[in-house]
């Protein structure tokens, strides 16, 4: 099935690093959520963008939604041991009404943390 | 509010079996969407339902089946099971309106066929 390209697919960064990650479509989307699971449990939401441009934060992550609604990217500053985990994109809306309900999601991206 | 739940959250069957998972969605929720995730697939959306009608489907075979009951509850429904089906099953609850169309996971249903 489709899958949005994320990346990079792992990292591996001393704690106070900065981390960045990106994910890119063909397709256009109408919504940009941003996700983190932790091992043998349901991705957790992390921010959600709804409109072109917008640059949401929460703490110490940050997240935009692309100009062309084809894209978006999520820092997190300063990051600490309890970050370590996978961080998933997903994009929704991408073909009107009846698929809002529809996440298509990126691959992945690993980050570790090194105290 | 509690969050979405979903039981069983350990499956063991074997193939040629059904098995059938249960979704509790956040209380206020109308629409449940299941995924399915594995290593090599990664997530992948199988149904939406909103107000007991499926009203998106992904790319399964027909052996996957869902349905959802008045009170927002949702099964999900897979025949004749094949190795290939073990995976992590998520189902995500949101309003249901257009927008905003934040969904919320569950903690999932790890099924294993041997």
């Known amino acids: 099935g489709q899958q949005l390209n994320q990346s990079p697919q792992s990292m591996f960064i001393q704690e106070g690093e900065d981390v960045s990650m990106n994910c890119t479509s063909s397709?256009?989307?109408?919504?940009w959520l941003w996700y983190k699971q932790d091992p043998g449990e349901g991705p957790v939401l992390l921010i959600a963008?709804?409109?072109?441009?917008e640059l949401t934060s929460n703490g110490r992550l940050t997240a935009q939604f692309g100009i062309t609604r084809k894209d978006s990217f999520l820092n997190i500053s300063a990051s600490i041991p309890s970050d370590v985990g996978i961080y998933f994109c997903?994009?929704?809306?991408?073909?009107?009404?009846?698929?809002?309900?529809?996440?298509?999601f990126g691959q992945g991206t690993i980050l570790t943390v090194h105290p | 509010k509690a969050g979405v739940t979903q039981t069983p959250r350990y499956l063991i069957k074997t193939r040629g079996q059904q098995v059938t998972l249960s979704c509790s969605p956040i209380?206020?929720?109308?629409?449940v969407s299941w995924y399915q995730q594995t290593p090599g697939q990664g997530l992948q959306f199988l149904f939406e339902?909103?107000?007991?009608?499926?009203?998106n489907k992904g790319n399964f075979p027909g052996r996957f089946s869902g349905r959802q009951f008045s009170n927002s509850r949702s099964e999900m429904n897979v025949s004749t099971l094949e190795l290939g089906d073990s995976a992590l099953y998520l189902c995500?609850?949101?309003?249901?309106?257009?927008?905003?169309?934040?969904?919320?996971f569950g903690p999932g249903t790890r099924l294993t066929v041997l």
């Open positions: 995500a609850s949101r309003t249901g309106e257009a927008l905003p169309n934040t969904q919320y």
């Open positions: 397709s256009i989307f109408n919504t």
């Open positions: 963008l709804y409109k072109a441009g």
């Open positions: 997903a994009g929704s809306g991408n073909a009107g009404g009846t698929s809002y309900g529809k996440l298509t």
């Open positions: 209380s206020g929720h109308r629409s």
């Open positions: 339902y909103f107000s007991e009608t499926q009203r």
